[in-house]
């Protein structure tokens, strides 16, 4: 957004303040206009329906940066002409660059308690679930940690875990951490769940493979037509995505989730995120958490 001038502007030898978007601001490498934030907001909105708000200018600028210098341009400007033109792998590495992955394991727990009692509530039962903001990982494994707890070790349950970041997507397959990063974790689920890194991986430590082979790593994204799911889920986990979809947007994913849904199934969301206007699609639950109509 362009800032108002200061009243220093009318004075002999003083010079406004930039616009937000100038390339005259200090420090750019890059020329960086309001221009060229508009063609981002643009495109990130038809690759991925993110909205970007108008005070991400900062954000956009540094994260953007390193593709210029990766692939080799000079402009902004020119950069997003080629992206434009070319259907190839950079539109992936433009979507990774502008995604936000904040997570931790049992992140928001009230979730993860109102799931253990869900699934006991129906021993025997096969359970689908699907996570769709995998992110790094913690969120699907503390699924999977939680239906283990709550099932034991040969429950029939099986999880996609999806995610529209490659790299991030990668990051969680592979199901390895610092141990710093595992801190909020009981000592009994780092024992049963964690396999702890020596000598040169020492301070890493690793997801154990009962956990991995529950769950199905996959890209997807969520305002494409081209899910591969081909049998409805018990439980969702849609946490913190829709806050960067406008409404419009919303609403689309919200059905075609209500589409991949058992009637009766729940559907999890993140703390900031309220569905009241798709009450013909959702009913609340709980804090946060809706079932399927």
Not at 82 to 88: A, P
Request: hydrophobic share 40%; charged share 25%; with cysteine.
């Amino acid at each position: 957004m362009r800032q108002t001038p200061s009243l220093a502007a009318g004075k002999p030898g003083m010079e406004p303040p930039e616009p937000a978007g100038s390339p005259l601001l200090q420090g750019r490498e890059f020329v960086w206009e309001d221009a060229d934030f508009a063609r981002v907001q643009a495109l990130i909105y038809q690759r991925a329906g993110i909205s970007l708000h108008d005070g991400k200018h900062a954000m956009v600028y540094s994260r953007l940066s390193r593709r210029l210098r990766e692939t080799g341009y000079n402009s902004f400007r020119d950069y997003l002409s080629w992206l434009e033109k070319h259907d190839g792998p950079e539109w992936q590495e433009f979507v990774n660059a502008l995604t936000t992955n904040l997570t931790a394991f049992f992140r928001e727990p009230h979730h993860f308690e109102i799931l253990s009692s869900h699934l006991r509530s129906k021993p025997g039962a096969s359970w689908r679930v699907w996570c769709n903001a995998a992110s790094t990982g913690e969120e699907p494994y503390s699924i999977v940690m939680t239906a283990l707890e709550a099932l034991g070790a040969k429950a029939a349950f099986k999880l996609w875990a999806s995610d529209i970041d490659s790299r991030v997507l990668a990051t969680a397959a592979t199901g390895v951490y610092r141990t710093e990063n595992l801190k909020g974790l009981s000592p009994e689920r780092l024992q049963r769940f964690f396999l702890k890194g020596k000598g040169a991986n020492a301070g890493m430590a690793r997801v154990k493979p009962e956990l991995q082979q529950l769950i199905e790593f996959l890209s997807v994204n969520l305002i494409r037509d081209d899910w591969p799911f081909r049998e409805p889920f018990d439980v969702v986990f849609c946490r913190n995505v829709m806050i960067y979809f406008d409404a419009a947007t919303q609403r689309r994913v919200l059905e075609r989730i209500h589409r991949v849904m058992k009637p009766g199934g729940m559907l999890f969301v993140g703390h900031a995120e309220n569905f009241s206007e798709s009450r013909d699609l959702f009913t609340l639950r709980g804090k946060t958490v809706y079932e399927r109509r």
